[in-house]
């Protein structure tokens, strides 16, 4: 049984954007930059902001609310790369024109 969930179909994330998906009781920010399809925990942990809402640039979110900004690849908070706060990192495949997302 596999373990990935389509999300959207390719044309429904516009390029160097994001959108928010409810994945198996989560919210899921998957974005398009270059044609390559990440995805991200959605909720921002400062105040819950929606990420997939962000401005996406040079590889990262900024969040709408408050801007803190989160890598798309990785989740690494960028204001304070070494601190412990960080976005979940979900794997994200194509399969024929379906965007799929695993949470494992």
């Given at each position: ?95 024929g024109d379906d ?6």
């Amino acid at each position: 049984m596999s373990n990935f969930h389509t999300v959207a179909k390719v044309g429904d994330i516009p390029e160097g954007e994001g959108r928010a998906f409810q994945v198996a009781g989560r919210m899921v920010a998957v974005f398009q930059v270059n044609g390559k399809f990440t995805a991200i925990n959605d909720t921002c942990p400062h105040m819950g902001a929606s990420l997939a809402t962000g401005y996406v640039e040079d590889g990262g979110v900024t969040c709408p609310w408050h801007a803190w900004r989160f890598g798309i690849c990785d989740g690494l908070w960028l204001d304070n790369p070494k601190a412990s706060i960080r976005q979940d990192v979900y794997e994200v495949r194509v399969n024929g024109d379906d965007v799929q997302v695993s949470l494992s």
